[in-house]
């Protein structure tokens, strides 16, 4: 079971927009810890999409946000693409043992 | 711009020592969090354990002390050592650089992943 609580699946037509939730405590998110977002293509290695909670890295469409508040954050994924279909992660460091927290994943699929 | 390359043994037997290398090309190895992070089949992504460049090392507890990392900065690469190895070792090995401070670090360069088996 994964420190941080992602929805295991979410689904959208293409151009319609999607919200991925990520959910966690006192000791990582809700301690004011940053959120960080990667994207899985199946087949491929995760790619850093979001960082520092809604920071873009070069080459990442404004297609995709994010945003913290509290113990959660979101990734926001607006005019879906074909292309968006993965798998996508959320992370945060934690106080606790683990300093590298990492959700269960999200299955995007566009339908 | 960084690549990170993963190598070593596809295949490691029961109760040994799993041992591969990440060589990294382009850009600086100080001041990162050097990382490995592995995925077993059909799951989420677990983080095994960094170093960073000026000596602070940290492994997953659930790994329970089995885990090292080390950095050779002299030959660019960084390496990863899992003794007693059991079938739940399965995965994708990931190596990935991490930026930014302990509590921020975010991994902006991931290798493509090597397939390690823990099978007899």
């Known amino acids: 079971q994964s420190v941080l609580t992602q929805p295991p699946s979410v689904s959208g037509a293409p151009g319609q927009t999607v919200t991925i939730s990520c959910t966690g405590t006192?000791?990582?998110?809700?301690?004011?810890?940053?959120v960080h977002w990667y994207q899985q293509v199946p087949g491929a290695a995760p790619k850093l999409l979001i960082y520092?909670?809604?920071l873009r890295p070069s080459g990442v469409p404004d297609r995709f946000s994010g945003s913290k508040s509290a113990t959660s954050a979101s990734l926001v994924i607006t005019g879906l693409q074909a292309e968006d279909e993965a798998e996508y992660y959320c992370h945060s460091y934690d106080n606790g043992l683990s300093p590298v927290v990492f959700g269960g994943g999200t299955r995007l699929t566009v339908l | 711009q960084v690549q990170l390359q993963e190598s070593g043994p596809g295949l490691v037997k029961p109760s040994e020592t799993l041992s591969l290398t990440c060589s990294v090309s382009?850009?600086?190895?100080?001041?990162?969090?050097w990382t490995w992070i592995r995925q077993s089949p059909g799951k989420g992504l677990e983080w095994i354990g960094y170093?960073?460049?000026?000596?602070?090392?940290k492994g997953n507890p659930s790994l329970k002390s089995r885990v090292s990392v080390l950095i050779d900065t002299s030959r660019r690469q960084f390496s990863l050592r899992l003794s007693g190895v059991t079938a739940e070792d399965t995965a994708m090995y990931y190596c990935a650089r991490g930026s930014g401070p302990v509590a921020g670090t975010h991994f902006d360069s991931w290798g493509q992943g090597i397939q390690v088996t823990v099978s007899s």
């Open positions: 520092h909670n809604s």
């Open positions: 170093n960073y460049h000026y000596g602070t090392t």
């Open positions: 006192s000791a990582n998110i809700g301690a004011n810890f940053d």
């Open positions: 382009g850009g600086s190895m100080s001041s990162y969090y």
